[in-house]
């Protein structure tokens, strides 16, 4: 520790601390221009000048000294300072008036903290402004070289498209390599947007230059990251929105859907009234208490006719946490039954029933501040870089900064680029991978003996599912080299601290169970878990995922992961609820579909979820929606499934909302509406109580039919009902930003490491036997190609909100496209951009072909976003067998040219 005094104030800091960061936490304040709380400092404008012991210092860069006197404020210092404003300023006159960031410009606000004031010329644009870009305009003339936004998209973003080009009075901003940004291949990030002081580099929407009514920080409604965004609202409509400086897993960045994709909320085809089919079988714009009367009058008489399992409820990761405890609360106490799911059957099922199986919970075990701790990270089946943005920015600047990194994936990602290892294994062969890792392991005796014997049990139960998988065979089933997959087993053993990541190429697939299992095996294995920087964790793919099946979404446990058949789970239900939940299990998502195509399930309510375009054997999903009795879609847009509805009621988006989210760490976050709902919509949460009164229920947490649901309530109920909640209320989150569960009790911080030095919540950690199973589909000389799906950077599942922002305009962002390998292209004769189609045994779509070498030969990736092409039109009835999660990553397909029958 040094102790220094600042402006007479005694500190105690850190060895290593700027006297910039010591002047901050002393409270004080002091100009300046290139300094970023995210990518310390430039050291170019001149303005944070200090004294030290009597000399003119850069705070920005001096480290403290032992004993040293600064002062921050003299004469002296002020005429420093202006001396170097007036040299900015000779080359960024304060021609503020009309300029698109007057009034928000950290320039002006400094200048005039300095007693410089803006002339009376008004601002003229530049028409050598490079405007190419949709989304992020850069008006050279602006610039005052300060170097924040080459830091930012090199040391964020890690995309290092932006570099300082020329010498001396030729300097300047400019795209590395020439060409326009999106030729560059820049995703829109918006990190130069944040980090410049001026106007040099901004958005180009007229918003831009608008004063904001009011602003609030809420919580993201895309991916499972959980980044925290500053909305700006203008007269009710949303005028921009910005990453959170403080947000807790973000850090001051976004990605191009947080920042630009809220176009959606004003869209003109938002559902705005109830929608009620008429005798004719068209859907008529109705009220709220024709609709609710009708739901309620149909639910009771079909639960009365065929019993409370003909009936089920789907609920969302796009509500809140207190929505699905209410969507949850709904199916058991008015209508009398456990079938309620969410779309996580469709994703991490099958990760969340190992973790809950082997370690005690459904959740991953560590915390998103680990990629910064761990030694080494072993990625598999997930490209964070596309799917979570954000989260895929820190581990690359992670591996920049010297962690291992390894990536098991079919496809040359962006990070498998960057890999240590590269495993680009075929699709649909993980656990003969991930086996054979374990068989290394402990025949080479990498194992960690003293965790194994003092934290697991079922060590002994291993070696004999082990034993087949060798090197040689698990390098011909999936064609990786044998050399790698010993390699990359002994570098995971090695490391000191060592996490494993997983995304949907894991859990889509028919092995989902067993390779969640087997990668589990690895870190208890090797007892890297448990410590921070080591652990095992499944990247959620939505926002609240995570927090819907907390919440008891699914038809197997209530609330935390309680079981509905601990009759001492359901007996403190009755105490709270004043009714039991059904003690036996409900139908699964999938067993749903496949009831109502039997006719035994009547009725389906279906909230903020498109199983006709999202679930796989498409044609096989709506053949069961068209065979219901009675079908209620409640969303904010008209879906696929929407147009097989009898009743549909318009919903509230995340913006239009209160309440909170779990993210992909566990950390549980506050939501706050910025605008209200448009037309009559309302929030799913007020819909599903008004309707359980309109079936004769109270479900507890409003004044009334007409009144909105008070979250902070629900909250109440949610803690009280579920242990590893208790000490988690909105007034803390509030206070605190987030918490991460378990939280038991209002003492408690929260827990960052899942089951620290051991302590498992189930006792003990249980090893699993990973039992091979192969893809359910396989190819042919028919269907020789296999597709895998997942996300593009611009989109989220079906595209119904990020197409209907100012995201569409980037010329990448509006179209589908299937990608090959060119041997694979070369062998069908198909040519970049050509149109073709892909055919499954299931079904056919056309596309534009796409040629890359990101791809492996062989293996052809399809998105998923595009209700034109409907790429799950493709995938077939294969699942999880545990979970019925289906197999999105292995089709077998072939692609065909398509002939012009013009002549």
């Known amino acids: 520790m040094v102790t220094v005094s600042v402006d007479g104030l005694i500190q105690h800091l850190p060895e290593g601390t700027t006297v910039l960061q010591a002047i901050q936490k002393a409270g004080g304040q002091i100009p300046t221009l290139c300094h970023s709380e995210h990518l310390g400092s430039q050291s170019r404008c001149g303005l944070c000048l200090v004294e030290e012991n009597g000399r003119l210092q850069h705070a920005c860069q001096t480290v403290v000294s032992p004993n040293a006197i600064y002062v921050t404020h003299s004469p002296r210092l ?26 928000r410009c950290r320039l002006q606000t400094v200048a005039s903290e300095l007693g410089f004031s803006p002339g009376s010329d008004t601002h003229v644009p530049s028409p050598a402004a490079d405007t190419r870009h949709p989304l992020i305009h850069h008006d050279k003339r602006l610039c005052i070289h300060c170097g924040l936004c080459v830091a930012a998209c090199r040391d964020i973003q890690g995309a290092d498209i932006l570099g300082q080009l020329g010498r001396g009075e030729t300097l300047e901003v400019g795209i590395v390599g020439g060409g326009s940004l999106e030729e560059a291949g820049c995703v829109a990030c918006g990190a130069c947007l944040s980090a410049c002081p001026t106007g040099a ?52 960045h976004a990605c191009i859907k947080g920042r630009f994709g809220h176009g959606f909320v004003h869209a003109r085809d938002r559902l705005t009234h109830p929608l009620i089919r008429n005798a004719q079988g068209v859907l008529q714009e109705s009220d709220w208490d024709t ?142 991978v991930i086996n054979a890792m374990q068989r290394v392991l402990i025949e080479e005796d990498l194992i960690h003996h003293d965790f194994i014997h003092n934290h697991t049990e079922g060590f002994e139960t291993l070696w004999s599912t082990l034993e087949p998988w060798t090197l040689d065979r698990a390098s011909r089933v999936s064609a990786i080299p044998a050399a790698l997959i010993r390699q990359a087993a002994h570098r995971y053993a090695r490391a000191r601290t060592a996490q494993i990541l997983w995304g949907l190429g894991i859990s889509e697939s028919c092995q989902g169970s067993m390779s969640a299992f087997g990668l589990i095996n690895l870190a208890l294995l090797t007892g890297h878990i448990g410590r921070p920087g080591a652990g095992v964790s499944p990247l959620r793919g939505q926002n609240n995922v995570q927090g819907a099946c907390d919440m008891g979404t699914l038809p197997n446990v209530l609330s935390d992961y309680q079981p509905v058949g601990n009759a001492r789970v359901r007996q403190r239900h009755l105490q709270v609820w004043g009714v039991e939940p059904p003690a036996d299990p409900g139908l699964k998502l999938p067993e749903m579909l496949a009831a109502a195509r039997e006719g035994t399930l009547h009725a389906l309510y279906l909230v903020a979820q498109d199983p006709a375009h999202s679930d796989p054997d498409t044609a096989q999903v709506i053949k069961a929606l068209s065979r219901l009795d009675f079908f209620v879609v409640q969303d904010i847009f008209m879906s696929e499934s929407a147009r097989h509805a009898h009743v549909v009621l318009p919903g509230a988006g995340f913006l239009e909302k209160n309440g909170t989210f779990v993210n992909s760490d566990r950390r549980v976050q506050p939501v706050v509406r910025a605008v209200p709902p448009p037309g009559q919509a309302r929030t799913d949460g007020d819909i599903v109580h008004s309707l359980a009164l309109r079936m004769g229920v109270n479900l507890g947490f409003s004044a009334g039919d007409a009144e909105p649901v008070e979250p902070e309530r629900v909250l109440r109920e949610i803690a009280c009902l579920s242990p590893n909640w208790r000490g988690i209320t909105l007034e803390r989150l509030h206070d605190l930003s987030f918490i991460q569960w378990p939280c038991p009790d209002q003492d408690h911080p929260g827990t960052a490491t899942l089951h620290a030095d051991g302590a498992f919540l189930r006792g003990r950690a249980r090893f699993t036997p990973p039992v091979w199973q192969p893809p359910t589909d396989v190819c042919d000389s028919q269907f020789p190609l296999l597709l895998t799906t997942g996300r593009i950077v611009y989109h989220y599942n079906v595209g119904s909100m990020t197409r209907r922002s100012a995201i569409s305009q980037l010329a990448a962002a509006q179209r589908e496209t299937v990608r090959l390998h060119p041997r694979d292209a070369k062998a069908s004769g198909i040519v970049d951009g050509e149109r073709v189609a892909v055919v499954s045994r299931q079904g056919r779509t056309s596309v534009e072909a796409e040629i890359t070498t990101e791809n492996t030969p062989g293996v052809v990736f399809m998105a998923f976003h595009f209700h034109e092409t409907r790429t799950n039109l493709l995938v077939g009835s294969g699942s999880d067998t545990p979970t019925q999660c289906p197999e999105y990553k292995v089709t077998p397909v072939r692609i065909e040219k398509i002939i012009d029958p013009s002549p």
């Open 78 to 103: 002020h005429a420093a300072r202006i001396q170097a404003m007036t040299l900015i300023l000779h080359g960024h006159p304060l021609t503020c008036r009309g300029c698109p960031v007057d009034n």
């Open 201 to 252: 580099i901004r958005e180009p929407l007229a918003s831009a230059g608008q004063q904001a009514d009011s602003m609030v920080v809420t919580t993201c409604g895309y991916c499972g990251v959980g980044c925290r965004l500053r909305v700006s609202v203008r007269q009710g409509r949303i005028l921009r929105v910005e990453p959170d400086p403080h947000g807790a897993t973000n850090r001051g």
């Open 291 to 432: 609709a609710l009367s009708l739901i309620a009058e149909r639910f009771a008489t079909l639960r009365a006719t065929h019993g409370p399992q003909a009936l089920g409820v789907v609920s969302s990761a796009r509500c809140t946490n207190e929505e699905n405890y209410l969507m949850q609360k709904f199916a058991r106490v008015v209508l009398g039954t456990n079938n309620i799911d969410n779309c996580a059957r469709v994703c991490h099922s099958p990760s969340a029933f190992a973790l809950g199986e082997a370690l005690g919970t459904g959740a991953g075990t560590g915390s998103f501040d680990d990629i910064e701790r761990s030694d080494l990270i072993l990625l598999v089946g997930a490209n964070p870089t596309e799917a979570h943005p954000v989260l895929g920015a820190r581990i690359l600047q992670a591996v920049r900064k010297g962690c291992q990194l390894i990536v098991i994936d079919p496809r040359r990602t962006q990070l498998a680029r960057v890999a240590h290892l590269h495993l680009p294994l075929k699709p649909g062969t993980n656990l003969a």
